[in-house]
């Protein structure tokens, strides 16, 4: 496959999504209303937003220049991450893995777990079944994200304490799918 023309697509895919994802989050405040209907951490996300611009334009400031400095130290860094990830197949360390671990929402405070499971996973699939068993996993476990987000969309419509039972289903039924088809 030619890389010039994946990283195309893939800086284009990126632009396209940003926009749709910000059209889209504009489309549903404005017509829901933020505070009215929307409820979490979108309720919340213009606030984080405008409160610290609004404390800029109010009271202005010089630039930071130790804040600038290490934003641009930790760019740097992940460039660097992801140009030995790219260079080397054995590099351990991901760039969105540095990423996500200090990121100030909480990062992989929340999301450890699920991380160290599916590393657990992905070790031992490659470690007994080889490369071509992993690829055939990732079908499987693609099935499974997709599932998940399947049936989250009808358990907003569900009764209240089903959905472990839903969410038990989809996987079930994912795990049969995916043995019947890789057979």
């Not at 396209?16 to 951490?41: C, D, H, K, M, P």
Request: hydrophobic share 50%; aromatic share 20%.
């Amino acid at each position: 496959m030619n890389n010039r023309r994946l990283m195309l697509a893939i800086a284009l895919a990126t632009g396209v999504g940003a926009v749709a994802t910000f059209w889209s989050y504009l489309q549903i405040s404005y017509s829901r209303g933020v505070l009215g209907e929307l409820n979490g951490w979108i309720s919340h996300a213009g606030w984080e937003s405008f409160n610290p611009l609004q404390r800029w334009l109010q009271y202005p400031q010089g630039t930071d220049v130790k804040s600038v400095t290490f934003m641009g130290g930790g760019f740097l860094f992940v460039f660097f991450l992801y140009a030995m990830r790219a260079r080397f197949l054995w590099w351990p360390l991901y760039p969105s893995g540095y990423v996500l671990s200090g990121a100030p929402w909480g990062g992989v405070i929340y999301f450890w777990f699920p991380v160290m499971v599916s590393w657990l996973i992905k070790s031992l699939i490659l470690s007994y079944g080889g490369l071509k068993a992993h690829r055939k996993a990732i079908l499987f476990f693609f099935g499974l994200i997709f599932r998940g987000f399947h049936f989250s969309e009808h358990l907003e419509h569900s009764q209240p304490g089903s959905q472990h039972l839903h969410a038990f289903i989809g996987c079930r039924l994912e795990l049969t799918f995916s043995l019947k088809r890789t057979r």
